[in-house]
């Protein structure tokens, strides 16, 4: 071989190396996040990252997590910059994810859709968020999360339940036993103020029914005209005052289920999610999980991954989603992710808290959405203020729904 | 070739470059926050609607929170230009002194000034923590569970709870600068006044206060300025809760931009706040500086 041949070789070599790197270097995709909570979740990401690079050479995923108000702060900022993620989380539905579609940050995905043939792959009630959007078919469905309580099954024995409450009436009940016997009933954490909203959410849907309660959070009625509307601050005053584990305004969640831990409370209104966290506190058997007595739909939000339009390489996103969305990476995850919206994926845990979500979810068809996903956002944030006036006793429950609609016809 | 510059023209030549930074980072968006002001904007698209002054219209006669976040800037504006300085002011007269251990018991006042705010909020929140804070635990032990509260959780108690974390954070700053001051008060008018016979009291009042005015006026000055524009502290320990009960003016205008997604709103709150500041801060100066021509 030539001198010439051999010189020719080797820039041909360092020619590919260099290309290599190049298309190594152009495909970076960045995912925004919340932050993970458990380790597991932040283990499982990190090899789903890995094993997906390996599978693809030349692209690398880099995760950036953040705090929930931190990430959408970040995202209003990176929509009107240049610095924006490829793919970005949110939640489904018209209150958060809908924002940031309808502000053009968010790609529509119909062809995706179609590519990886997604509306196979996910469980329906996940899947209907992406069609509520107006132009298309918008983010992927990353979880579906239902939202029931929580109860310590050794004072619920302590105060003499013994079986789970079927009408809301007999929930009061039964925290009037626990009351009886010196135990609070639930506890919440107030600093974050949708802990406590939780609970107003679910009494509305009681107490107002489902066809009023939608109508309610979509403003298209007065909550000062509706008795159910008062009726609900009412009993969310009554709970704050009489059940609740005190003082609960100056902790937040995480402090809430600390104490929910240590038996100081008897219930909590929490997601499927807790169950990984009772997992790995090695508390599974110690706890029982019902959905809230009296509320026919199901509590609960999807949360998303949505592809920004401001993504350079959408296609190495959209397969990076349906490769993290995937039946074999959602198996081998379910009892991290505590679930899966892929409907290829069975669960073979035999944890009866596992059985419990699974029948939970399996029994309803319908479901409606936490109210800081179903209001706009200013509303949500007087809506919050009013809920916690009632909770610290600075506002009379009679006047609280007139106090948010004051609100609500202001903003019109 | 020789380039004689005349003493103006060498001036702006230095201050050229600082004009620069200063005009890009801060007098550009002062002046963008302001016309933001008059607009409508959501923050993610690049349509802004101009509204007049309807969002000065909406915070002073509508937004449920505004007036609560006026009252309690002031309030802690109040209690900054009071407090602090004080409590500061007492630690330099002490500090002045020459006693054992002297230097290492300025570090240590003057270290949490070092400390990030966010931090500090950190730290303090714990401490204040209803359950197994450092406070709760105290009283309980000492059997006075009567005074237990929930500290960052009961709105007649959360802004006090928080200043006291702020005074811990901010008395170091006011410390070392009247120790400053209190370096450059000249001894030989300290030992005049005594020969002609004033008592401790008299020689303080009559000497040493009137040569610390300009520390007292600096003191002063950042006090005000940094405790209307309170932000991080407050956004660490109670995120202006609970229901808004201890939100303020800077934190208000940062929910009111990047969490609610209102920016003009959002910037109307911040110009009133820079109206606030102007309006105290420059009267204050504009009489220290005639008191000090005076003398």
Redesign the interface.
Known sequence: MSVRKQWLRIASAAALLLGGAAVAEAQEIKFWTLSFDNPGVAKAFDKITKDFEAANPGVTVKIENRGT?EH??AL?VA??SDQAPDIFFMWAGLGLGG??IK???ALPMDKYYTEYKWDDEFIGPALSFSKQYTGGRYGVPFTFRGEALYYNKALFEKAGISTLPKTYDELVADADKLAKAGIPAITFG??V?WHLMRLMDEILEVQCGPEKHDALMAMKVSWADEPCATKSFEELHKWTSKYML??????DNN?AFN?FLAG?AAMMLEGNWLVGQLRNANKLADYGVFTFPGADRLYGFGEYNYISTKSKHPDAAAKFLDYLESAPVQQANVAVFGGSVNKNVKSDSKEPLDLAWQAIFADHDKVFVNGDQAFP??VT??Y??VI??VA?D?LDPGKAAGELQK?IS?RK | MNIRLSAPAQGFLLLAPAFLVYSVFAVYPMLDVAGLSFMKWNGLTADKQFVGFGNYLYVFTQDTVFWQAVRNTILWTLMSVIFPPAIGFALALALNQNIPGRSPLRALFYLPVVIAPIAVATIWRWMYDPFFGLFNATLTALGLERLIQDWLGDRNVALYAMFVASVWQTVGFSLVLFLAGLQNVSQTLVEASRIDGAGRFQTFRYVTLPALRPSIAIVLVLSVINSLKAFDIVYGMTGGGPAQSTQMLALWAFTQAMQLGDFGRGAAISVVLLLITIAIVIPYLRWTRSHEGAR
């Open positions: 108000d959408k702060s209003r929509s009107g924002e940031f502000s053009g940050l107030g600093t103020n005190k003082p609960f305004m100056g902790i402090q104490l100081k956002l200013d944030t007087e919050f203020r916690n006036e610290s600075h609100f202001a």
